[in-house]
Nanobody, 123 residues
C-alpha cells in the first residue's frame, strides 16, 4: 500500500518555474517507482517523468527533457518535480503515482495515485 499527496501547483506565466512535491507513505513507498503524470482537460494522463526507487535511473517525456527534473528524497519520503521554462501546453493536473515495476510507462501500470495538483501556465 502507498499513499501519495501532491502539492506545489499554481498559476505561473510562460517561462516561469514551479516545483511540485509528492509526499509518500506506506510500506511499499520506499521500493516503488514514482511517476509524475499530466492530464490536460479532456485528455488521458500522460507520463511526464519517472524515477526508480534508489533515485536512479530516471526517464522523461520528450516534452519534459531539458526542462523538468525529477528527484526523490528517501529520507523525507518526498518526490519532487522541478519544472522550468514552463509553456502553456504544460497546463493540466499533475498526479504522482506509484508502480511496482520501473518498466511501467502508462497510467494502467501505476497502482497508487495521489489526488493531483493543478498547474496553469499563462501565455
Amino acid at each position: 500500500q502507498v499513499q501519495l499527496v501532491e502539492s506545489g501547483g499554481g498559476l505561473v506565466p510562460e517561462g516561469g518555474s514551479l516545483r511540485l512535491s509528492c509526499a509518500g507513505s506506506g510500506p511499499s513507498f520506499a521500493s516503488s517507482t514514482i511517476g509524475w503524470f499530466r492530464q490536460a482537460p479532456g485528455m488521458e494522463r500522460d507520463l511526464v517523468a519517472k524515477i526508480f526507487w534508489p533515485g536512479t535511473p530516471t526517464d522523461y517525456s520528450d516534452a519534459a527533457k531539458g526542462r523538468f527534473t525529477i528527484s526523490r528524497d528517501n529520507a523525507k519520503n518526498v518526490i519532487y518535480l522541478q519544472m522550468n521554462n514552463l509553456r502553456p501546453e504544460d497546463t493540466g493536473v499533475y498526479y504522482c503515482a506509484a508502480a511496482v515495476y520501473y518498466s511501467s510507462t502508462q497510467a494502467y501500470g501505476f497502482t497508487w495515485w495521489g489526488q493531483g495538483t493543478s498547474v496553469t501556465v499563462s501565455p
